[in-house]
């Protein structure tokens, strides 16, 4: 299936008709021909609107490039070479190599797809039973955005997802740990910034960190 058009400019007819056959597939391969999930770069595959206003997002907001195996839109993991699964563009600042923790997601599941599957069906789950605002993913998808917005450390972001986990019903769905969560993450394809980190956690290399050898708090070499 030809792809490239998500990679071209949203004014050439060649996007155009990308959109329209998007849009197509989606549809043939829907449980529900009125809903599809939006690949749009701002709702990135979290939420579900009617075709017509996908293809209103995708010609608006753009096409969410990291989303090549259109796996929420009925494409078959199975047949898609592991090398195109896997982004090279996560973030892997926070003290964990998440390519290739993303990558060993894939391999895990690329000779059982079924079980990728139960992974993204167990994403849409209700936050924990009766709730009917939040999801898993949607969930997720909320405090990572603030967790990227607020520079916020692998561990306390982990220690933030325990905090709630613990605050919500004791039923709930909610994962406790950074792996978890970004495992969870990666069946959007969702395409994370690249921030490296002070090993022992005291700083960010961002902002006025940014161009930074080595942190300033305990001078260990930035790694990058």
């Not at 949203?10 to 008709?17: C, E, N, P």
């Not at 910034?193 to 700083?203: E, L, M, R, S, Y």
Request: net charge neutral; hydrophobic share 30%.
């Amino acid at each position: 299936m030809d792809k490239t058009w998500m990679f071209v400019d949203r004014t050439t007819s060649k996007y155009d008709d990308g959109v329209y056959s998007f849009i197509r597939f989606s549809i043939v391969n829907s449980n529900d021909s009125n809903v599809i999930r939006c690949p749009c770069s701002k709702c990135r595959n979290a939420k579900s609107l009617h075709p017509n206003v996908v293809k209103d997002h995708l010609f608006v907001n753009g096409v969410l490039e990291s989303y090549t195996t259109w796996f929420w839109h009925g494409e078959n993991i199975s047949t898609v070479p592991i090398e195109e699964k896997v982004e090279s563009d996560f973030e892997v600042g926070d003290g964990l190599n998440t390519v290739e923790m993303v990558d060993a997601v894939y391999r895990d599941y690329e000779s059982k797809p079924d079980g990728f599957v139960k992974l993204l069906r167990d994403a849409e789950k209700p936050l924990y039973s009766g709730c009917t605002t939040f999801n898993v993913l949607s969930t997720l998808v909320r405090l990572y955005n603030l967790k990227t917005k607020h520079g916020w450390t692998k561990n306390s972001f982990s220690e933030l997802l325990s905090l709630i986990g613990d605050i919500l019903p004791k039923e709930n769905s909610l994962p406790t740990s950074i792996y978890e969560a970004k495992k969870t993450l990666s069946t959007l394809g969702m395409q994370y910034t690249k921030i490296h980190a002070c090993p022992n956690d005291f700083i960010l290399y961002r902002k006025e960190y940014e161009k930074s050898v080595a942190c300033p708090k305990c001078g260990l070499s930035s790694g990058k």
